[in-house]
Every structure is written in C-alpha cells, then in structure tokens.
C-alpha cells in the first residue's frame, strides 16, 4: 500500500516553462488537495477535488490549474512558472468517513529560476 | 476565512524535558483540530487530532488540549526523545471542510 505518490520529487524550470506535478493515491479517498509550503507560512492549499470531476480553488490559486483525471490522480499544472512559485509542493488526499485526517504524499521541491 | 497562528517558530529543549506547542484560531465554528509532524524531506503526517466536543487527549507521551472559549488549542509532548525532532503544525477546520495550518514549529530535541 503506497499511500499517495507524487512525481517527480524534485524540479527546476526557467521562467516561463510549464509543466505538471503528478499525484495519485491508493486508498480510494474520494478528496484530494494540493498545498504549497513555504517558509514561515505553513501549507496553503492551492485547489482542491471533492470528488471526480470536482475541482474548487483554495487559497493560493492564481497561477496553477488542476486536472482530477480520475479517483485515484490529481494533477497540478503550472502554465508559465514564474520564480514566487518556487517552493515545496504536498498532494494529499482524505479520508471522510468518521475522520478528516489528511494523508501527504513526500512533496515535489520545485525551483524556478 | 479561518486564521491560525503558531507559537513558537522554534523550539530548542533537553532530551527528557516536556515540550509545549501553542496554537489560536479565528473561526468559532471549527470543530475540528489535528497535529501533525513533518519529518526531514517527508510530508506532514497526522500524530494526533481533536473534536470540538472534548477538552484533552492523551497518546502515549503526545497530549492534545482544547480552549474553546479563547479559541487556542496546544500540543504536549513529554519525555522528549531526539526522535521527536520534527516540524510540527497544527491546524483548524470546520468537519468536513478544508484546513487550514499554522505556520509551523521546529522542534529540536538536543541529546
């Protein structure tokens, strides 16, 4: 049981590149998240999926879309990477039934230059 | 929306020594208050968690308490070992509903 897998753990892009942060999970959790963290700030969440075909934005969105391909993957994509998007990427997915624990994938460092 | 605020930033103490972590949320509504530690290159895994409706919960050396009337919640951890050297956040939801976290203390646990 893996739990939930990011790819890949580390990054660098040049401005204005693109590219997309992978998540999947094992657990047949129904939500899944996205959070950056950085420094002295915590997680914030950056867009969020209820359920397949569900997307919804979080705190910090501008700048990143979401795909919820299925139950299992969410994926996080940055169009044009700008360097205030360097920082350390956590996918997560939730267990809803009786609890609301969040389980983390092992993060995405990513660094725009 | 929901504001958490952390304190300490960071936390130095002696292995055996009791370590205290303190948290304050804005939302009267949350009913809903995790702990989790963050390892070196790792992410955050939950330790231990609070509902509303209870005031303590213990887990072994972890402890977990909850003011609900000033709105702060706080993490115990005694007998400190340097294992426990970690990241810890907590954070504040309404059930069901999106957290948010603090910022975060560094916790280091000096042999």
């Known amino acids: 049981n893996a739990g939930v897998t990011q790819t890949p753990k580390f990054q660098v892009l040049k401005t204005g590149q693109s590219m997309t942060l992978q998540c999947a999970q094992d657990?047949?959790?129904?939500?899944m998240y996205w959070y950056r963290q950085d420094p002295g700030m915590g997680l914030r969440l950056i867009y969020y999926?209820?359920?397949?075909?569900?997307?919804d934005k979080g705190e910090v969105p501008n700048g990143y879309n979401v795909s919820r391909l299925n139950k299992r993957e969410f994926s996080l994509r940055l169009e044009s990477a700008a360097p205030s998007q360097t920082s350390v990427y956590f996918c997560?997915?939730?267990?809803?039934?009786?609890?609301?624990?969040?389980?983390f994938g092992a993060g995405t460092r990513l660094s725009v230059l | 929306g929901e504001n958490v605020e952390q304190h300490p930033s960071t936390l130095s103490v002696q292995e055996g020594d009791s370590a205290v972590i303190k948290c304050t949320y804005s939302?009267?509504?949350?009913?809903?208050f995790p702990w989790y530690k963050q390892e070196l290159g790792k992410g955050p895994q939950l330790i231990i968690d609070?509902?509303?409706?209870?005031g303590e919960k213990k887990d072994q050396r972890i402890a977990v308490t909850l003011n609900k009337t000033a709105k702060h919640f706080s993490l115990h951890i005694t007998e400190t070992q340097p294992e426990d050297s970690a990241v810890y956040f907590c954070?504040?939801?309404?059930?069901?509903?999106?957290?948010?976290f603090g910022a975060g203390t560094r916790l280091t646990v000096k042999p």
């Open positions: 997560a997915s939730r267990v809803e039934i009786a609890k609301n624990i969040q389980y």
């Open positions: 657990m047949n959790h129904n939500s």
């Open positions: 999926s209820a359920s397949e075909g569900t997307t």
């Open positions: 939302d009267s509504a949350s009913n809903y």
């Open positions: 609070i509902r509303s409706n209870v």
């Open positions: 954070a504040a939801s309404i059930w069901n509903n999106d957290m948010r």
